[in-house]
């Protein structure tokens, strides 16, 4: 009721259409009937039992959703999951995301886990053989390999200036203007959704000879002299030999993505040591998504047309103590507690503050933030996981075509850098003047 556009379109809505979703889970959740409540003959009954079928499995092709416990850990605000790989020897090979924050997905996001199969692999692909020819690698600006040759002027490897702790940069120098000559390539098209390995590699040279090359990257994991580039790392890797195994994630190369409905900032407030979740972003009844700083001023103009009118007091001193300040109510305060167990290790508890109008306790309009509030349970995220730079969480739609042209609708929540430290302008123990009515001009919480 504090936003009149939404109470408008609640009112033209009210009994004349129905909650799509709700009459999805009534039929495959509660295995009800899409007639239940309807008086209607037999005829009509079956007539609307399939159109209940075919909004099932409209919803089921179009929408994607997890069948388990979602990948989302709320304490880490990133992704966690696992997938398996069959291997052509037998049994399975586990793959696993441990912090993916959400994007793009590619290989470089998956580890080696050794832990307990996941039982889910199917068969394994045959074994590829390719003959190809090896051509060397070409970029712009390479050192040409014939004497007074003009050399394309455009990249200036001589303006690049790395600093000494710069490996990156150095490794990429050294690769241009050194080794560049050594490097060739050779295609190779696999399969989307599988781990592949080069079992080796034969060379025949001009003369005839054959040559077996066995990967670079072969040896213990933890060897710090072992060489490799495009391979996947093993958790925990003591004493077992190196993967060289890389993964080709089944994604899409274009996604996509849709309006931000939730956006939340989480960022240190060091004059007030805690942290904030500031929910720039919220949605409201109809779905969808306003600021959350607009959202939180109608709700308060909402509350004050409520309240009821105060009556004038006596004029009193011209200051008064206050012994909280007010804070913006889209702003969810994280304290820190003890880890259970821990000495010195803390984590961030979300807390609560109170209306400035009738000293209610504010709830967070995300979903983000309420993560088991509607469950009275406590919500803690980790003290590293919001750093000086803030941490930003948002929340939305994202939409691709498959390769069989199937289309793929989820929502997906992603985290990226916040905008740095802020200052909520929470005070303690302050005088305020009055303004004369024996009322305070700054409201506590």
Not at 9 to 34: C, F, K, N, P, S
Not at 137 to 160: C, I, K, Q, S
Not at 303 to 318: E, H, I, K, Q, Y
Not at 400 to 429: I, K, M
Request: proline share 7%; aromatic share 8%; charged share 20%.
């Amino acid at each position: 009721m504090a936003h009149s556009e939404v109470w408008s379109t609640l009112q033209a809505y009210a009994g004349r259409r129905m909650d799509g979703y709700e009459l999805y889970r009534h039929i495959t959740v509660d295995h009800g009937h899409a007639w239940d409540g309807i008086t209607a003959s037999a005829v009509l009954r079956a007539q609307l039992d399939g159109i209940g079928a075919r909004l099932v499995s409209w919803f089921d092709e179009l929408i994607d959703q997890p069948r388990a416990d979602g990948a989302w850990d709320a304490t880490r605000l990133e992704h966690r999951f696992s997938v398996a790989a069959a291997e052509p020897a037998g049994g399975e090979k586990a793959l696993t995301s441990q912090e993916y924050p959400g994007g793009q997905l590619d290989w470089h996001a998956f580890s080696i886990d050794p832990g307990a199969p996941l039982g889910g692999t199917g068969p394994a692909h045959a074994p590829i053989n390719r003959t190809v020819f090896p051509t060397p690698v070409r970029y712009a600006g390479m050192p040409l390999p014939r004497w007074w040759a003009v050399e394309d002027g455009r990249t200036n490897f001589a303006a690049v200036r790395p600093d000494s702790t710069d490996l990156a940069r150095l490794i990429f120098l050294e690769f241009a203007l050194v080794f560049s000559n050594d490097w060739f390539q050779l295609p190779c098209d696999l399969p989307a959704g599988g781990l592949a390995s080069i079992r080796g590699l034969a060379v025949t040279d001009v003369f005839g000879q054959r040559l077996w090359i066995t990967p670079a990257g072969a040896g213990q994991d933890e060897d710090w002299q072992r060489w490799s580039m495009y391979t996947l790392d093993t958790i925990g890797a003591e004493g077992v030999a190196a993967d060289t195994g890389i993964f080709l994630p089944a994604s899409v190369p274009k996604i996509a993505e849709g309006p931000t409905l939730e956006e939340v900032l989480l960022i240190r407030d060091e004059n007030a040591n805690m942290v904030w979740g500031l929910e720039q972003t919220v949605r409201l009844p109809t779905g969808e998504a306003r600021r959350g700083s607009e959202v939180t001023a109608e709700i308060l103009a909402h509350r004050m047309r409520l309240r009821p009118a105060p009556t004038p007091d006596n004029p009193t001193a011209p200051i008064a103590y206050q012994a909280m300040s007010s804070v913006p109510e889209n702003w969810t305060p994280f304290i820190a507690v003890h880890v259970p167990g821990g000495h010195r290790a803390v984590r961030l508890q979300r807390a609560g503050v109170l209306s400035s109008v009738d000293g209610k306790a504010v709830e967070p309009r995300t979903s983000l933030l309420r993560e088991g509030f509607d469950a009275g349970d406590p919500y803690f995220i980790n003290e590293e996981e919001v750093t000086q730079a803030g941490t930003r969480v948002a929340v939305a739609y994202n939409r691709t075509r498959w390769r069989n042209g199937r289309v793929a609708v989820w929502l997906s929540a992603q985290r990226g850098l916040g905008r740095g430290e802020g200052s909520s302008g929470l005070a303690f123990d302050t005088l305020v003047e009055t303004t004369g009515t024996g009322t305070a001009s700054g409201p506590s919480s």
